[in-house]
């Protein structure tokens, strides 16, 4: 009998196999995490001693497993870096066994004299951020500094867009810009360095671009959703705390040097313009009012554009930091410097002009779609210095001072040698634009044990936000149609220079007690800023008349009066367009919170603001738009009740009133002549009032997850639109920023729900968020009709329309698939935002605003120890990796023509999207960025 050689083979081997597994089978596991705060610490090392091969790295979630430890006597070691190392004994008797040990590691300890001094709590870790969620009095969703590392995001603006309930309006570049807080446009948040408000370098407004700042200055980024009376009252959406890093416990040193690149630049060459050749100003500037402009006084040398391939972007950043006397005295200094270039390509159309206002969607009246290639280079710079001296626990002072700023030069060319109408003509523009934001604060801080319960802390700051506009040139060219030679047609050069300056001081005084066993506090403060803003406009218009026929002979045409015509009527120092603003800002509060046991808490307080406003424009004596000045206060009031179901487990409610002002330049009687309409300021608009209502259910399983889920309702009382105003016809249209709501004086409505889920196991994590968000509100506009009692003449009416607040977006997600494997160093993730549809520019007339569409972006990212003797790092981030565009589309209704058709007449229009009643009216494709970078630490 022949015998089955292989079946005796595999069966033994399956046998050794087994019975060598068998000897080997015990598992250690447990946690291993921070003895005070309960946090994992991730990455901390645990192994057998003397056995360096049995071992393990505290994953995501501050786990470890060492699996096949034969039974016998071990010691076990707890290790991480800034901790004091930990050993503890373990037997395995059974071979199946499976040994849970913890470990609650303490920070190290030194004792320098008679100063104690123990490691501090690393605040920029995602453990923390979760602990200030957790324990604070409001609600507040914090990023923490190595979430944001991660991220494939290099300024604020980008990081904000991953905050639940938070979407970002989009610059040119497609980098996040403006931030929109749970439905409510940009005008109703602020923003804090270190919570002191600062100002905006923005021309007319008074919120911040935040993509003035790079990510890597941050400690944490937090966006406050509730107020408390120790916080101001002007924000309804919510705001924006930009938590700079503070001094380290012990020397420390980081450096990471960084290279990217835009995808479209690849297929594109770069658009630049010679900055150089810019006039820094205006002539009336240099030479007075009453100086008359030449065409010497215009020089086109920024007009030459060259067509070029650029360097790979350059981003850098450091940070060195210590303590020194006794560990009393931390200093700290952070730099990070980016140069960046991008290429934007699309599309949009827009109406011709025409008799009376309105397109009516035909070939005659949308004469052309325009091609457009944005050539974007940014710099930004920023600086970051911070002292703070520690007298003892209860006495401390703290100096910061912080520097941010963005030159932007921007290139635009327009080119319809594409367009969409078979034998339009050939009207491309040119346009070269330059732009220098700066941002600078300093702010000093103390806080003071005046009594055993009773504590001061007090602030100062000074603050200045600057922008510069100089010589912003756009030049169009229109041709004959079959024509390839464009004629000159007309020149624009605006100036435009702001300033917005703040002297703040706050003060508060918190006072702690014990009542019948239970702990009440009492805290009251005050503070003031005063405001200078100064704003600079100056604009001069050239047309040539008849249309003269060479690119070259601009300057001849416009010495020649015959050929064109001058219009100043901005440019002309008498006008509201320049202004000065002065506002004084006052407030007090008092507030209370009771302890009732270890479960309720509550506190309730109030806040009175004052506010006072004078302007100033530069309009003659006797116009009584030159001066004007507005009063009025607040009463504020607002409460929490928090329950604890259990340690981990809470809910709240709360409410709060607040406010949103207008923007500086709303009150100014200011007055912008367009194609079609007017735009007006107006002095008599009231600021905005808000009652806002919140509850949130809160679920911490571990230190770094969390579990949120919350309703918010929001009455809004006298919300700024801007809305048609019309005499007794077309031809008196203006445009003005007017205070909308019910007849009986009904709030606009906004309410929402939102979903927060953070979760992580071994090595995987999950981070993810939802907001839905509904708003309504009524304005007037135009409605456009088909006929005039009869004739061929367009009709127009009054009517409302109800539709969703400026950039509110009813869905937004954001989803973050995390890997992390501490033995060799590497974690990578992917992360994806949705963003759904929302009104970006609203219209004057019945149906016709802009909507932007629906966005999914996903970015890739990574980092790999290359040495982790000398903690050296490699890290890439691809951005935007499936190339989304941006889109805007109109929904025209009855009776606008030919809309189904549209693809008919007008080109780029798809019909594939489920949007077959619709025109695209703008689209803008950024491209993929590849960025790849080394980071040491020290």
Same mark, same amino acid.
Do not use: C
């Given at each position: ?12 081997? #399956?046998?050794? $196999?087994?019975?060598? %597994?068998?000897? *080997?089978?015990?598992?250690?596991? /447990?946690?291993? @995490? ?125 990081? #904000?867009?991953? $905050?639940?309930?938070? %979407?970002?309006? *989009?610059?040119?570049?497609?980098? /996040?810009?403006? @931030? ?144 020194f006397f006794h560990k009393k005295l931390g200093v700290l200094f952070s730099i990070s410097y980016q140069d960046t270039y991008s290429a934007t390509e699309g ?414 196991i071994k090595h995987f994590g999950i981070s993810a968020n939802y907001t839905y968000t509904h708003s309504a509100v009524t304005v007037n506009v135009m409605k ?155």
């Open positions: 009998m022949r015998k089955n050689y292989s079946f005796h083979f595999i069966a033994g081997l #399956l046998l050794f $196999v087994l019975l060598g %597994t068998n000897t *080997k089978a015990a598992v250690i596991k /447990g946690m291993v @995490a921070d003895s005070n705060s309960k946090e994992g610490l991730i990455g901390a090392t645990v192994y057998i001693k003397n056995d360096m091969d049995d071992h393990d790295a505290a994953g995501l979630d501050g786990s470890y497993s060492i699996k096949n430890v034969s039974p016998g006597n071990y010691t076990l070691v707890s290790k991480f870096f800034g901790y004091a190392t930990q050993e503890k004994m373990v037997t395995i008797t059974d071979p199946n066994q499976v040994v849970i040990v913890n470990f609650y590691m303490g920070q190290e300890q030194q004792t320098l004299s008679s100063v104690n001094i123990v490691g501090t709590y690393n605040k920029e870790t995602d453990n923390y951020a979760r602990q200030l969620e957790k324990n604070s009095d409001f609600l507040v969703n914090v990023m923490s500094a190595k979430t944001i590392q991660l991220l494939a995001d290099a300024t604020v603006g980008d990081v #904000l867009q991953r $905050v639940s309930g938070v %979407t970002v309006e *989009k610059s040119v570049t497609g980098g /996040g810009k403006y @931030a929109v807080i749970r439905g409510m446009d940009k005008r109703y948040n602020y923003t804090t360095i270190n919570g002191v408000k600062i100002p905006s370098p923005d021309y007319k407004n008074r919120y911040v671009p935040m993509d003035i700042f790079p990510a890597d200055i941050l400690a944490r980024l937090e966006v406050i959703k509730t107020l408390t009376p120790d916080m101001e009252a002007d924000a309804i959406g919510g705001a924006m705390n930009l938590v700079l890093k503070d001094a380290p416990d012990q020397f420390a040193l980081t450096g990471d040097l960084a290279s990217q690149y835009n995808q479209t630049l690849f297929n594109h060459s770069f658009i630049r313009f010679d900055e150089g050749a810019i006039n820094p100003n205006s002539p009336n500037e240099v030479n007075g009012p009453e100086y008359g402009t030449k065409a010497s006084d215009f020089p086109l040398g920024s007009m030459t554009y060259t067509h070029a391939k650029v360097l790979p972007d350059l981003l850098a950043g450091a940070t060195i930091g210590n303590r599309f949009f159309i827009k109406p011709q002009a025409q008799p009376l206002p309105g397109p009516t969607f035909n070939t005659p009246e949308w004469d052309y779609n325009s091609s457009r290639f944005y050539s974007t280079q940014q710099i930004r710079a920023a600086a970051h210095l911070k002292l703070d001296y520690s007298f003892d626990e209860r006495n401390k002072m703290s100096f910061y001072t912080v520097y941010a700023g963005m030159d932007q030069f921007r290139s635009r060319i327009e080119d319809d040698t594409a367009n969409s109408l078979k034998g339009s003509e050939l009207n491309p523009n040119y346009e070269s634009k330059a732009t220098y934001q700066n941002l600078y604060n300093a702010t000093l801080q103390g806080k003071d044990s005046l009594l055993p319960n009773l504590l001061v802390d007090w602030t100062l700051a000074y603050s200045r936000a600057t922008a510069n506009t100089p010589d912003w040139s756009t030049i169009s060219l229109i041709g004959a149609v079959g024509s390839d030679v464009a004629n000159f047609s007309s020149l624009s050069n605006v100036w435009m220079q702001n300033s917005d300056q703040d002297f703040s001081a706050y003060i508060n005084f918190t006072y702690k007690m014990r009542l019948f066993k239970q702990n009440l506090q009492f805290k009251v403060g005050a503070m003031n800023r005063d405001k200078s803003r100064d704003a600079f406009y100056a604009e001069y218009d050239f047309s040539a008349t008849p249309y003269q026929p060479a690119y070259t002979t601009i300057n001849a045409i416009l010495n020649n009066p015959n050929l064109y015509r001058f219009t100043d009527t901005t440019g002309s120092p008498q006008n509201a367009n320049t202004y000065s603003v002065q506002e004084d800002i006052s407030a007090v509060y008092g507030m209370v919170k009771l302890d009732l046991g270890e479960r309720f808490h509550i506190w309730a307080g109030e806040r009175m603001e004052t506010t006072n406003q004078a302007y100033q424009t530069q309009l003659p004596e006797a116009d009584p738009g030159q001066y004007g000045s507005k009063q009025y206060a607040d009463i504020l009031p607002s409460a929490e009740i928090k329950y604890d179901i259990t340690e981990k487990q809470s809910i709240r409610a709360s409410y709060f009133a607040s406010v949103s002002r207008p923007s500086f330049f709303e009150i100014v009687p200011y007055s912008f002549a367009g194609d079609y309409y007017t735009e007006v300021g107006n002095p008599q608009l009231l600021h905005t009032t808000a009652n806002n209502y919140d509850l949130r259910y809160e679920f911490f399983p571990q230190p770094s997850e969390q579990i949120l889920a919350g309703v918010f309702y929001k009455q809004i009382y006298d919300p700024i639109e801007y809305a048609v105003l019309r005499g007794a016809g077309p031809s008196a249209t203006l445009v003005q920023p007017i205070n909308i709501g019910g007849d009986t004086g009904a709030p606009v409505i906004n309410y929402g729900f939102e979903f927060v889920i953070t979760k992580y456009y009709g088909n006929t005039v009692n009869g004739t061929s003449a367009p009709k127009f009416s009054d009517t409302n329309e109800t539709r969703p607040m400026q950039g509110q977006v009813d869905h937004i997600a954001n989803l973050t698939l995390i890997y992390r494997e501490p033995k060799i160093g590497l974690q990578a993730q992917v992360s994806a935002v949705y963003t759904g549809k929302s009104i970006s520019d609203v219209s004057l007339y019945y149906g016709l605003d802009l909507w932007q569409m629906p966005m999914t972006r996903i970015d890739l990212s990574f980092e790999k120890r290359l040495s982790k003797k000398l903690k050296i790092d490699l890290y890439g981030k691809v951005s935007n990796l499936l190339n989304t565009p941006l889109v805007i589309r109109m929904f025209p209704p009855s009776p606008y023509k030919n809309t189904p058709n549209a693809s008919n007449w007008l080109s780029n229009q798809d019909t594939n999207d489920g949007f077959l009643n619709s025109i695209i009216v703008e689209k803008e494709v950024y491209g993929q960025s590849y960025l790849l970078g080394v980071r040491y630490k020290f």
